[in-house]
């Protein structure tokens, strides 16, 4: 069993519900970015999904986007994010999702990047816009290093691709709680809870939930149907904000903590 499928069973075991939190890598800066992977740990995730900046990150609101933007503005490098992590990994052990777009990937090489990113101490990788249909090499070469293969489901995902989804994935699948861009939202779909009982009868794979959770209240709702919830551009509007000041990362931890709903 993987390090994520791992940190599931626990979870099942406790009868727990996960919390992710996402990171822009380099957003404000990589000394950060470690940093900050440290803390979000210390603050009770399951796992950390750790973003890598892309220039047209279609998937990603405003406030994700922002981040990529000024994280790209550095000019470091997906090695750079590597060596982030494995220097992170002093630290903890929590499991780490790279979380990126095709392109960047495949420039940097399919298998140096499951070789390396297995070096650096990453245990899946999410690549947004890699449909199933055309996932057989990238996923096969994961597998090889040890690596699972998150992949997005959303509502408007059909039962035929949901079935695909289920036979290729491995660590859990991320369903998308609306169809559209991340970003917070007042309100969450019900479709959400609906295409997670869906995923439910093709899958015996963890689901966390994401896109638009933004507080703790949303956080206690999707636990109540999923085995994660997923925070994101709260988090990154957060780093926007305090971005310059000495308390960032503790107001980050903070943050995460207040979202985190006590468990029995």
């Not at 940093?35 to 892309?54: N, S």
């Amino acid at each position: 069993m993987s390090r994520i499928g791992e940190a599931f069973e626990r979870l099942r075991r406790e009868g727990q519900r996960g919390f992710i939190p996402y990171i822009t890598a380099g957003d404000p800066d990589l000394d950060t970015t470690r940093a900050l992977v440290v803390e979000l740990a210390r603050a009770g995730a399951t796992l950390v999904e750790l973003g890598v900046p892309f220039s047209d990150p279609v998937a990603d609101g405003p406030t994700i986007q922002r981040a990529s933007e000024r994280a790209l503005r550095h000019g470091f490098s997906l090695e750079d994010v590597l060596q982030t992590l494995a220097a992170a990994r002093a630290q903890t052990d929590v499991p780490v999702i790279l979380f990126s777009y095709f392109n960047p990937l495949l420039q940097f090489g399919v298998e140096r990047l499951a070789r390396e990113a297995r070096r650096a101490g990453a245990h899946g990788i999410l690549a947004t816009d890699l449909v199933p249909e055309e996932s057989g090499d990238f996923n096969s070469t994961l597998a090889r290093h040890g690596l699972d293969q998150i992949f997005l489901a959303a509502p408007t995902t059909s039962d035929a691709r949901l079935r695909m989804i289920a036979e290729r994935a491995s660590g859990f699948v991320y369903a998308v709680s609306r169809a559209g861009i991340t970003g917070a939202r007042a309100n969450l779909s019900a479709e959400a809870e609906r295409l997670v009982a869906r995923l439910r009868r093709v899958s015996d794979l963890p689901v966390a939930v994401g896109f638009g959770i933004s507080t703790r209240e949303q956080v206690a709702d999707v636990w109540r149907y999923a085995d994660a919830a997923v925070v994101g551009s709260a988090l990154v509007a957060e780093i926007e904000k305090h971005a310059g000041r000495p308390d960032l990362v503790a107001s980050i931890g903070h943050l995460a903590r207040a979202l985190i709903p006590a468990q029995g």
